[in-house]
Structures are given as C-alpha cells and as structure tokens.
C-alpha cells in the first residue's frame, strides 16, 4: 500500500461511484410524488449508471500494482485534517464492483410492493454509503460512510421487512451502532496520537498508517476500539446474533444487500484499517481472532443445520463463511488475504443469489418453513438446477468461485495457524450438510398439493440469476483475473506489516 | 497427440454442454448417442495416446500438457493440467473403454424415462470429472474431479429424487465422501506448507530424494488414505456405498464399480513414493484396513437377498483387496486388479441391471430364480463374470487376485489368509447369486398377483444395446489376465508398463519364499475357489446343507444402524443443544443488555431537557474528557 502517487485523474470517476447514488436517491424521491412512472427510471438510469461507471473503473484498473489508483483528494475540514480522500486498490476493487452490480439486479429483480418511491430512494441512499465506505481513504469520511449507510438499512428492514421487522431493524440499528461508538473514539484517539509522530492533525488513512508510531499499549486498546466496530459488522461469534433476524426481517433486496456487501464492511474495514494501521496489536490479538473465526464456523455451521426457517438457514450458513474470511484476513500470508478478499465478492454473489432464490420461494408459497416445503425439484426443475449451482458455490466445490477462495484462505492460513485450520476445514464438510440436506427436504420427495404448482422461473428471474450463476462459473474455472489484481496490494501490504512487526 | 490430451477429458464436457442446452430437444434416444458418441471419442484419442507413448523409451513417458493457469497466488502456482504417463494412460483407457459401453448400454436401459436427456447429461459430466481425477498433473486438479465425481454421484444416486430413499441415499453418499475429503484438503496444506508445490512430479521428487521428511510423508499418506477411505468405501466410510445403490442400474455399474470408486487406491498409487517414503506402520495400516474391510464385506455379502446389494458388499470387499495390496506395496498388482474389477464387476452390475430390467423392477433375488432360459445372453455373459470373480482359471479376476495375494504372502502371512478367507466367501457368495437368480426353481411365477398393475410377469431378455456391452465385457474378464500373468519377463506387461510410475516403491519380493513357491500359491487359490463354489453348490442348489445367513450378517453386523442412531440421537441433541445456547444464551444477553438500558434509561429520562444546546455541551465535554485522557496517556507512556 505504496502512498498515492501524483496520480490524480481529471475526470473524478471515483467521487461519482459516490455521489450519482445520492443524486439518484433525491432525484427518485422529488419524483415519487408527482411521476411515479419516472421515478422508477431514474432509480435504474442512477444504478446501471453506476453499475457501468465501476466496470469501467475494472476494465481501467491498472492489473500488477499494488498502490490507490483513481485517487481524488479534496481538503474538505482543513483544520482538522479531515478531507475528501478516494481511491482504489486490489482490495476494494471487486467489492466497489460488486456493490456497482448488485443494487441494479436487485432493483430490477425485486419488487418492493408498496412505497415505491421510498424504497428506492434509500435503496440507492445505501449504494452511496456502501461504495463511500469501501473507497475512503480518510478515516473521519470512512467513519460518516460506516454510519450512513445504517440509516438507509434500517427504515428499509423496518419498512419493507416481515412481522417482526421493527424489533429486527431496532436490534441491526442499535447493536451496529454501539460497535461503531467504540470505533469513533478509537479513531479520535488515533489521530491524537499520531499528531505527535506526523506533527499535524490528519484523518488520512495513509499518512498515519506509513507515518505512526504508536506504543504498544496504544496500538493494542486502539485496535480493539475499531475491532469491536468490525466484529459486529462481520459478524463474528458472539456478535452474531442481529445477523439471523435482521436477514430473516429483512426483505429479499436487503437480505441480498446485507449479505453481499454490508457485511464485507467488517472484513474490508479490518483489513484496510485494523491491520494497516496497526500491525503488531493485529498480530498480538490473533489468537484471539483466529479462535473467535473458527469457532463461528463451527457454531454457526451447527446452527444452520438445526435451522427451520430457510432464510435464517442462509444467515447462519454467513456467520460460517464469514468466520473462513476472517480467518484469512488475518493469517496475513499472501495466499490467505488474497483469499479473503475473493471470497468477500464470492460470498456476495452466492449467498446473494441464495437469498433471491429463497425469497423467490417465499413470494410462491408464502412460506420459507422447510417443514412446509417439498418436492419442488419435481414441479421446477431450472428453479432446482439454478439452486443447486449456487448452493454447490456455497458448498466450495471445485470448479466453483466458492472453492478458489475458501482453498486459499486454508492453505494459506495452515502455516500461520495449523490447528484453528483444520478445524475450520471441518467447517466445509459441515457446510455440505447443512444445505444438502435442506435441498433434500425442500427440493426432493414427492410433492404434496400444495407445492404441486409451484411456479418454474419466470424469464425475468431467470435472466436475473443467470448473471449470478456466470459469475459463479466463470470465475471458479479461471479466476487469474481476479487474483491477478488483488494479488499485488494484498503483497503491499503483507510487506507493510512485516516491516512493522520485525 | 500427447499434446492433445486434453481432450480426454474435454470430450465429455463437451457432450454434457450439448445435452445442457439441446438435451430436451434431441430426447430419447438421440441425446443418448450423443453422449455416447462424446465419450467413445474420447476413448479413441486415448486409444491414440496410449499408441503414441507405446512408441516412446520409458523414461519420456511423461508429458504434461496446461490448459490454463489457473490459482496463482504468490508461492502457490496451480495450473488446469493434465498429466500423460503409463499410470494415468492405463487409468483413462479403462475409465473411457468402460464408460463408451455403459452409455452404450443406458441408452436401453433408461428408455422412456422423463428425465432421458438429463441423465446423460449428469453421465457425461461424472466421464469429465473421472478424467480430470485421473488425468491431473497435480494434487488440486485431481481433487477437482475428485469433487466433481462426488457431485456427479450425488445427482445420480438421487436421480429418481422424489423417492426418499434416494435423495437420503445422495445425500449420504456426498456427506460421507466429504469426511474423507478433509482428509485430502489437509493433505494438500501440509505438502503445500512443507514442499511449495502440489504437482506430483515435485513431491514424488521430493519423497525419493528424501527431502521429504518421514513424518510429514506419513502424515500425508495418512490423510490421503481418509481422502481413499471415503472416495473407496473402505471402513468406517463405506456406509454410503450400499445406500448409493438407489441410483439407476448403469451407475452403480459405471460410478460405484468400475471407475469411481477406485479413486482412492489410484491416488495411493500415483502417491506411491509418499507412502514409500512414510513410517513402515502407514502401508501397514493401510494392509489392514484394506483386508478388514475386505473380509467384512465379504460376509455381509454372503446374506443379501437384494440382487445390487450383493453387488455394492462385493465391490467393497474387492476395493479392499486392492487396499490389501496398496498396503503390500504390490501396487502393479492393485492397478491389475483393478482393472479387472472393472471388467467384470461392470459386467455383473450390468447384468443385473438386464435382470431387473427383464423382470419390470424387481430385486429381490428370491423372488428370481431359473432365468437363464428366459434371458439367456445375460445368463451367459452373467456367469462368464462369476466365475472371473470366483477366481476361477483362466478368467481375469484369477489371475489379479492371485497376483495380489502373493505379495500379501510375502508381507504379511496373517493378512493372507484373511485375502483367501475372502476369496473363499467371494466364489461362495456369488455362487449363491448365480443359482438364485439364474438357476433352481422359477418362482417369478408365484408372486406375478402381487405384480398387480403388471398384469403377468414375464422376465423378457433385453435388447442389443444393452446386450452388445455385456458381450464385450464379458470377453475382457476372459481374456483381461493376459496383460500381467506370472510366468515370468515375457508375460508381465503390466509391470514393465507401469515401472516408470511406481517401480521405486514396489515391494521387492523376488527372494521371497511366497516368491520361489507362486506355483504352489496358485494352485492354494484355485483349491480356495473350488471349496467356495462347491459348498455354494451343495447349500443352494443341492440343498445338502441348509443356509446359514443370520440376521446380523443381512444387516451388516449392525455398523449402519449403529452409526444413523448415533447421528440421531447424541448427534442431533448436541446439534439442537448448541442452536437452542444460541437463541436463548448468546442472544439472550444482548436483549438482556438492551432491556438493561432501557430500564436505566426510563429512570434517566428526566436529565433529557430538551435543550439541543445541552446535548452539545455535553457531547463536546465528553470529547474533551476522552481526547485529554488520551494526550495524557500518550504524554505519560
């Protein structure tokens, strides 16, 4: 993570990721009232524009270095250092990627069913919040993004979510929020320290992480102070348990946005904050952390397995995969990051897809009770086969994009962390058994009547998932293009925390 | 041509796309033939391979050919390749040979099932995967086809999904291969962390020039065979194997005989120096297990009354003997038997299949009985497998069984007499068979009123295409001894074939006793043989003797209900016990946390003024109170 060069483009591609969102949002709500018929068009217009701005920004993306690319910094409160910083690396260049396709699939796919016009108003409100946190490089602007986007999350769980929304929304709200508190302090504090080693007030990400000393102690109550913020969003064991109600309440388009990219907010911001700014306290708590990321893929392998609800089966089967991300991230070998970084987009995508699928079967039968479910298989056989490759993709099978990830987060991490390793790998036989045998209650067996006419994919939801079921392919059989640019940074910054931990 | 080898595996794949997308278009039976056709190509360019490295010295007998890169990731650099050597030749000849005959033969044999297209396109599929596990230059291409068969055998045991016992059946089958899968993911961290690399080339380098130390040796051979135990239904993980007989006929035939099921001793062969390498207890575990499993099954097969059971006990009990060898360090003898096995089991699985077919779905053998006048190509090629199996001269499963029992002479003489002890149970177990479903009385007759919507039942033989396989496997379990008989230099193909893969880590035992007396050895196997068959004879069709098979043996000696109670009772408790801590323990702290400041929060209501100004004040206090505290500590550390 080479400090950013004098590369500062002309066009400002990064600012607009940002900031198109935010004029769709209020473009979509000063319509809603008078022409609804253009508010629609305008949430889509602002998404695939959005959604086309970050493949460019992929196709643009200088493959093999490890330093921020695109950056755009602009003194915004100068007296505290504090300014307008973004930029791109091979870390967060899948996530902005991915956050740029999905809410376009997902506002097209997915049907809210009342107030339109507010759904998507804060639908793109939480675009901008997600590719602000994923693109600050500033920690002041990092922590308003981190704390937007809540806002957004929680009026649409509580607006557009099932019975028990308001509690959900309430808990996902407040549990958050109480983990960033300790954040905020951390990152007040960290900015007071280093003001003593750079000599001035700065929020810049950069110029602390390269410049800092902090003493050990510091170092170690300061990565706390964010770790907390972090492990909550992630979630990790034991700060899991939002997780499985804000999913089940939440409507599909947030299940799949909360598990595609709001999530990776915590391994993302461990990764670019935690471990960049402080090497040796992140490698003083791994222990800790390793142990806490196995034994939520163990526990909330189990969990998943007991679940009766489908939804909440797919949100336990999250707090597993994330437990293998976090495990990755910091067994800090190139292999083991590198992994994590494609397993954050993997994960994304097939536990996105799973969501979509999910409530596509809840908007037929009305029910995500596995008990009630049956024989669908018979009735729907693309539906089935569509389910059974992302499932596959959850399950890490070879030739998969689960599998790349999930295969080099291990092998990476079986030098650093042997034992916490191969418990974690009993995690992917456990991951086999809870979905195959979900699949087999909901999927196989005769159907009774009122599964008999369960309704095959329509085209729109199956031009919808065939561009999760590509990704899903494509990049379990040739995923060099992706390694290829996440590699390099990931390199970085590995170096970065050897020089400050020998 | 060698630079064309990948298109063994990639023929397939190609025949699986055609039936993904115009599968329902082409229907029955021209979706049929073209997956036929996709795998009797491929045989071919295998055929042209093989011909091709004939022609080469023995030690240029290797030649890699990449499709892609395809993990690279700092020290970690794995490409798609695929590895042309004597060893994986002789793999993908039989893999494709017996492949082109059984789509062959399932073009008959799924005639008129719904799903047509489908199942051929899962076949096509399982062909890729079986080539890509055999044909891999390197640990993680294998364990992508290693995978990808175990998912192919999933879709195909539960292909007729809406009976339950089948998709419990897949299920089990995919869960269980995952056990061993641990075992074969751990071994590749730790070959990778200990040696950079996971191409076989390197680490079998590595084992032979002893830069490999002798623990870590071990402890690969060790998690690789868990990866075996489950891929080959050795114990404990052979329970899915006789389950996994729910899928149609030709799978059991092709996946769970012939091909599949063999992954496991193939990646102990091509493991070899690794296992070579290791503490001398790893083959030997690997000897014992093998003959355990092999004996066990044995008996257990000796009281099945369902025609495929017996089958799937057999094919366990022949796998172990092929770990029997693997653990004797007779590897040559492991991949003859194998092959053999493939003729001849892929012949009986097949056979049966014709007999269901001909008696409209049913398998119960006794229920059967006198059929070889009504079917009588199958009667035929059926016995010509038994007695290959039976270890009858000169039928091909003789001459492997014998090769491989000499090696276990010369390495462990109490595990040789548990390889005739099976022997002994395989001629009479099969015998058995062969007298009940083709010989005695015809008792398809009595039970035709509960056949009711059938009307009468009368067994019919099959048509050509179904019969044309048996005839040619039927032939190769004739002849299939002649690639490796023991009469010395001239006669011993097979081992000069595979020399260049596994000569450094064969067991030596040409001055062995077992060795200077082999005649003496053949002539105890073909007496073993004779007993088996004649007291067979005298149980069942003379009815001399009455049959024993008690219940425990029909049930397996209980393993299977044991190990589904275990999972159903203490298993699921701990399951549900650790869900139920998290609903109530784990998140009833956080609600218990949040009713907490509630409360508080009600008493402290009343310091809520309303006064926007107060809340700033306070706010900024407390940021003055944190930020000097930290100046202070950072001044004071």
Known sequence: MIASSAEVLNFPILTLLVVLPVIGSVVVALLGGSRPEWMKLAALVSSVSTAALSLWLLAAFKTGEAGFQFVSQHAWISQWGISWHLGVDGISLFLIVLTGILFPLVIVGIDPHHNETSYFAWMLLLQAGVMGSFLSLDLFLFFVMFEIVLVPMYFLIGGWGYDQRVYAATKFFLYTMAGSAFMLIGIIATVALAQRDLGVVTFDLVKIAEGAKFSTNAARWLFLSFAIAFAVKVPLFPFHTWLPDAHTQAPTGGSVILAGVLLKMGTYGFLRFGVYLFPQAAMWARPAIFSLAVIGIIYGAIAATMQRDLKRLVAYSSVAHLGFIVLGTFALSSQAVTGAVMQMVNHGVSTGALFLLVGMIYERRHTREIAELRGIQHVAPIFAGVFTVVMLSSVGLPGLNGFVGEFLILIGSFGPARWWTLVATVGVVLAALYLLWAYQRVFHGEPDEANSTFKELTLREGLLMSVFVAIIVVSGIYPKPILDRIEPSVGALIEHVEGQTK | ?637
């Open chain 2, 1 to 637: 041509m060698l630079d064309l080898i990948w298109l063994i595996p990639v023929l397939p794949l190609a025949g699986a796309l055609i039936n993904l997308i115009l599968g329902r278009k082409l229907g029955d039976p021209r979706a049929g033939w073209v997956a036929t056709i996709a795998t009797a190509s491929s045989f071919l360019v295998t055929v042209l391979a093989y011909f091709e490295m004939l022609g080469l010295p023995a030690e240029e007998r290797s030649h890699v050919a990449t499709m892609f890169s395809w993990i690279r990731v700092g020290s970690l650099q794995v490409d798609l390749a695929v590895l042309a050597d004597p060893l994986s030749i002789v793999m993908a000849l039989f893999v494709t040979g017996i492949s082109t005959l059984i789509h062959l033969y399932a073009i008959g044999y799924m005639h008129g099932d719904t799903k047509f297209s489908k199942f051929f396109l899962y076949l096509n599929l399982f062909v890729f995967s079986m080539l890509m596990l055999v044909l891999g230059e390197n640990l993680l291409v294998t364990f992508l086809g290693w995978e990808g068969v175990g998912a192919c055998s999933y879709f195909l045991i539960s292909f007729w999904h809406t009976r339950n016992s089948a998709a419990v059946a897949g299920k089990k089958a995919f869960v269980t291969n995952r056990i061993g899968d641990f075992g074969v993911m751990a071994a590749m961290f730790l070959a990778f962390n200990s040696l950079g690399t996971l191409s076989y080339h390197a680490i079998n380098e590595s084992a032979h020039s002893g830069e490999l130390a002798a623990v870590t040796a071990t402890a690969i051979g060790l998690l690789l065979f868990v990866g075996a135990c489950g891929k080959s239904a050795q114990l404990p993980l052979y329970l899915w194997l006789p389950d996994a007989m729910e899928g149609p006929t030709p799978v059991s035939a092709l996946i769970h005989a012939a091909t599949m099921v063999t992954s496991g001793v193939f990646l102990m062969t091509r493991m070899s120096p690794v296992l070579h390498a290791s503490f001398e207890w790893l083959p030997t575990v690997i000897a014992v297990v093998g003959a355990a499993t092999a004996l066990y099954a044995a008996s257990v097969a000796v009281a099945q009354n369902d025609i495929k059971k017996v089958l799937a006990y057999s094919t366990v009990s022949q796998l172990g003997y092929m770990f029997l060898a693997v653990g004797s360090g007779a590897y040559v003898a492991a991949i003859f038997h194998m092959v053999t096995h493939a003729f001849f089991k892929a012949l009986l699985f097949l056979g049966s299949g014709s007999v269901i077919h001909g008696m409209h779905h049913e398998q119960d053998m006794r229920r059967m009985g006198a059929l070889r006048k009504v079917m009588p190509v199958t009667a035929f090629t059926f016995i010509i497998g038994w007695l290959a199996i039976a270890g009858v001269p000169p039928f091909a499963g003789f001459w492997s069984k014998d090769e491989i029992l000499l090696y276990v002479y010369a390495n462990n003489r109490g595990l040789y007499v548990v390889g005739l002890i099976t022997a002994l149970l395989t001629a009479f177990y099969m015998t058995r068979q062969v007298i009940m479903v083709f010989y005695g009385k015809a008792k398809w007759n009595d039970h035709s009123a509960e056949h009711g919507s059938h009307g009468d039942l009368t067994p019919h033989e099959s048509s050509w295409v179904m019969l044309t396989p048996l005839v040619i496997l039927s032939g190769l379990s004739i002849v299939g001894g002649a690639m490796q008989l023991p009469f010395g230099k001239n006669f011993n193909f097979l081992e000069r074939w595979l020399a260049p893969v596994v000569e450094e880590s064969e067991a030596h035992i040409g001055e062995t006793w077992a060795y200077q007396n082999k005649y003496l050895l053949l002539v105890v196997a073909i007496v073993v043989a004779v007993v088996g068959i004649a007291a067979s004879i005298a149980v069942y069709a003379k009815s001399w003797i009455k049959p024993i098979e008690p219940k425990v043996l029909e049930q397996a000696w209980y393993y299977d209900n044991a190990a589904s109670r275990l999972i159903a009772g203490p298993g699921a408790r701990t399951f549900n016990l650790i869900t139920w801590i998290d609903a109530n323990i784990v998140d009833g702290v956080v609600n218990g946390v949040g009713k907490l400041i509630q409360n508080i929060a009600t008493s402290l209501r009343r310091a809520q003024s309303g006064f926007v100004r107060a809340y700033a004040l306070l706010i900024s206090l407390g940021a003055v109170v944190i930020l000097a505290w930290f100046f202070l500590r950072g001044a004071l550390l």
